[in-house]
């Protein structure tokens, strides 16, 4: 998956340029105001270095597309609005961008944030 082949060569699409594409959409979702750590060692690994695709798994399984996205929401919203609406915003933008079928988005709820009412 993620690989194509045309007259001229071949086209292979990287996890990491899903993962930065479903990172920008999900940065552009409403009620979310983060995206956390998959583990203790990506959360080690992230403050060290600033990857762009934190928060963000995807897998390859053949013909499929799989993305994990772990957000933190703000205080004070729907979770599942926040949720659905973050799902839906990932599978079409990565869509859009490679004209792929994305078979699952799923979202975990890592935590949430209170903002600054000042």
């Known amino acids: 998956m993620g690989e194509e082949t045309t007259s001229?060569?071949?086209?292979?699409?990287?996890?990491?340029?899903?993962?930065t594409i479903a990172y920008h959409a999900t940065?552009?979702?409403?009620g979310v105001v983060g995206l956390a750590p998959k583990n203790l060692a990506d959360g080690i690994v992230s403050t060290i270095t600033r990857e762009p695709s934190r928060g963000i798994s995807v897998h390859y399984k053949?013909?499929?597309?799989h993305i994990d996205v772990h957000i933190i929401v703000e205080y004070g919203t729907r979770i599942n609005s926040v949720a659905e609406s973050v799902?839906?915003?990932?599978?079409?933008?990565?869509?859009k961008a490679l004209g792929l079928r994305v078979n699952t988005v799923n979202v975990h709820?890592?935590?949430l944030r209170i903002s600054n009412t000042d």
């Open 8 to 19: 001229l060569g071949g086209i292979h699409v990287s996890p990491n340029a899903v993962a």
């Open 27 to 30: 940065l552009q979702s409403y």
């Open 62 to 65: 053949e013909d499929e597309i």
């Open 87 to 95: 799902a839906n915003t990932v599978r079409f933008n990565v869509e």
């Open 109 to 111: 709820v890592a935590g």
